[in-house]
Nanobody, 125 residues
Framework: QVQMVESGGGLVQAGGSLRLSCAAS????????MGWFRQAPGKQREFVAA????????YYADSVKGRFTVSRDNVKNTVYLQMNSLKPEDTALYYC??????????????????WGQGTQVTVFS
């Protein structure tokens, strides 16, 4: 089982940056594909970004491509989401998630088995 704790959220002005971190427990972190999702009030949870177990492949939602970067450090058992050029529509609760199926990196929520509690990102104009 993997337990994860997100951090790094906060209040930022449009155009600013934040870096989210997701620290995971366990000794097999590199075996998990990791994803970032977000959910705004009244909306469904949506995919943001994902990265394969060894970090060789990354995937992004069109809405964040070119602004957000996902990375991981398998020594520190941590995955990151660098968010630049933030917009008010990026406001949401951001979650990290882990999927042990390393064959395909999922860009939907269902395959992810383990989820963090989320960290709030609020972007004001």
């Amino acid at each position: 089982q993997v337990q994860m704790v997100e951090s790094g959220g906060g209040l930022v002005q449009a155009g600013g940056s934040l870096r989210l971190s997701c620290a995971a427990s366990g000794r097999t972190f590199s075996m998990y594909n990791m994803g970032w999702f977000r959910q705004a009030p009244g909306k469904q949870r949506e995919f943001v970004a994902a990265i394969s177990g060894v970090g060789g492949s990354t995937y992004y939602a069109d809405s964040v491509k070119g602004r957000f970067t996902v990375s991981r450090d398998n020594v520190k058992n941590t995955v990151y989401l660098q968010m630049n050029s933030l917009k008010p529509e990026d406001t949401a609760l951001y979650y990290c998630a882990a999927d042990r199926n390393t064959g395909v990196v999922a860009t939907t929520a269902r395959p992810y088995e383990y989820w963090g509690q989320g960290t709030q990102v609020t972007v004001f104009s």
